[in-house]
């Protein structure tokens, strides 16, 4: 196996479960990627991608956002309720593309998509450039603000549906917690 710094709440005994997606939807296992991404790191990924499609005259601005990274999921009881049935995964994978593809230009934006199986949820990470279809390179075209956010979460729940995923609380004031700080602070809570 590969030497690797998995996270915390990763199981190394699954880390060869993973797949991951190229640009052309060619799948890799964990160690084949591993391979790829040596002689092909996500920087020049997502330069190569920009400088394909990129058609403006002007220089990309120094600070330009590049790329993003959408994380796609639900609750760890859903997530193994949609897992434990092959059918079920492999459509929920295709329709999170779908879903990436129909909200930030196409299918030619995706850089990379990975399916992690081993952390503690089951989860797609889609990494990519924001160009529009005019060829400007413009994550705020695809993102602009909190309500660009919400609108999104409401989209994916709604595409989610058939997998008897629901959105979370819309205007919710709750924040992303480490896993660390979270376990401690319900550790805490339980003990009182």
Request: charged share 30%; glycine share 4%.
């Amino acid at each position: 196996m590969v030497k690797q710094n998995l996270l915390k709440n990763a199981n190394p005994k699954e880390v060869n479960n993973n797949i991951h997606w190229d640009k052309n939807g060619i799948s890799f296992t964990q160690n084949e990627w591993t391979q790829f991404t040596k002689h092909n790191p996500l920087n020049n990924r997502i330069n190569n991608n920009i400088n394909e499609r990129y058609k403006l005259d002007r220089k990309i601005r120094k600070d330009a956002v590049k790329a993003i990274e959408i994380i796609l999921t639900s609750d760890n009881q859903k997530m193994n309720e949609i897992f434990s049935n092959e059918d079920s995964y492999k459509s929920w994978i295709n329709d999170n593309k779908e879903f990436v593809a129909e909200h930030f230009g196409g299918n030619e934006n995706i850089v990379s998509m990975h399916l992690h199986t081993d952390e503690t949820t089951y989860h797609m990470e889609i990494v990519i450039t924001p160009i529009t279809q005019d060829g400007r390179l413009s994550a705020k075209s695809f993102i602009n603000g909190k309500k660009d956010l919400s609108k999104m979460q409401t989209a994916y729940a709604n595409k989610m549906e058939r997998y008897g995923m629901i959105r979370g609380e819309k205007g919710s004031s709750a924040r992303h917690q480490k896993p660390n700080k979270f376990k401690t602070k319900n550790h805490e809570h339980n003990r009182n």
